[in-house]
């Protein structure tokens, strides 16, 4: 196929950004293609199943090792037997004696001291501390004062939030995979609990749970964004690198309708690049995704304006990946992350919110199995020959500059 046959620009099909098991809601590539319901679904069938499987293990391999003591037993002899009464009780005895004598040589007093040094290292600053104390007791005097509206309801939902953040309290050291599933299993809870039993109306459900996440993340958000157990920080400093590296890719390159010569196009461009850049300065999911959504909106409204005509789906993609990387914002993948296991996840199924956080979540995620599939393809479509890495890429993707495969290039290396 030449390149003049290819459509301009970066075409996804819209179906592409749905749940592959077709229910009808937005995927996640964190969810491998699927929604927050459906993976869910698929998680627990996979886990019951590994739970099973463990312990029929578990039970095979208790047979074995009791046949096998019984078959020691019955051979031993009453003088092996003795023997090793003897060399059990030796045993024990030279134990306590080590023990004892540890005892006085315990350097208990000087880990303790180096314990107070590393937790006084990586505490935060007083001003740090007392800054977030005081967003989180307005959040929850505002918390209190809107369940207040609900009398009975209210009073129970508090109670099931007061709970639950004192079980995540203890449940720190578990991985942030489990944390979060705790946090989706307390959403699902409470909604179904407040539909069923409360006979909430869905629209007030959702303004509840809104505020619940907004209550229980600005509480959890120091222990559970971007935590050390996971490579979250080392994925945001290969995004940055990337980006930083690709500072001569123009909007033309990228088939980007956008006019920044317009004043009024260029304040949209400027808007849009600080929504996202602003998106690692707030604490909820919710209002992380409000960021993405603004972000989204003023690229649409560039778009607009520049055309004379509404953007499409084919318009919005390129100009997204543009602002991207016009902005380099600050821990983007941490960011996306941290809204995929604890943003409500009926914001992300769904409605404007989960189609703008899926194109970007999609982008930023792309799998590389499937990048080097799509890079192996475009190389072939790109003049007959394949494309050289090293110093001269730059004035051979100039070449191909305002093409299709030169978007899905950059695509791939964005």
Known sequence: MSLKSERRGIHVDQSE???????????????????????????????????????????????????????????????????????????????????TVKKFFSASSRVGSKKAEIQEAKAPSPSINRQTSIETDRVSKEFIEFLKTFHKTGQEIYKQTKMFLETMHYKRDLSIEEQSECTQDFYQNVAERMQTRGKVPAERVEKIM??????????????????????????????????????????????????????????????????????????????????????????????????????????????????????????????????????????????????YFTNLASNTNYPEAQRRSWCTEMRVSCSGSELKWGAGIQTQVGELQGSYSFCVFYFLLW
């Open 210 to 355: 809104d505020q619940i996440e907004k209550y229980i993340m600005t509480r959890l958000y120091k222990y559970v964004f971007c935590p050390e157990t996971t490579d979250d920080e080392k994925k945001d400093l290969a995004i940055q690198k990337r980006i930083r590296a690709l500072h001569w890719v123009t909007p033309q390159m990228l088939c980007v309708p956008v006019n920044e010569e317009i004043s009024e196009v260029s304040d949209m461009v400027v808007k849009a690049i600080t929504d996202i850049i602003e998106m690692d300065s707030k604490r909820v999911p919710r209002d992380k995704l409000a960021c993405i959504t603004k972000c989204s909106k003023h690229i649409f409204n560039a778009i607009k304006i520049t055309k004379n005509e509404p953007a499409s789906a084919d318009d919005f993609l390129p100009t997204l990946i543009y602002i991207v990387l016009k902005g380099n914002p600050p821990r983007l993948q941490s960011n996306i992350q941290y809204i995929t296991r604890f943003c409500n996840p009926s914001r992300l199924m769904t409605g404007e919110d989960g189609y």
């Open 17 to 99: 950004l749905l749940c592959k098991k077709g229910c009808g809601y937005y995927g996640n590539p964190a969810w491998q293609g699927f929604c927050s319901k459906c993976w869910r679904e698929e998680y627990h069938k996979a886990r019951q199943k590994q739970i099973q499987e463990d312990w029929e293990l578990a039970e095979r391999l208790q047979r074995e090792e009791e046949e096998a003591f019984a078959s020691s037993q019955s051979s031993q002899g009453a003088q092996s037997l003795t023997f090793s009464k003897f060399e059990e009780k030796k045993t024990n005895e030279k134990t306590r004696k080590v023990t």
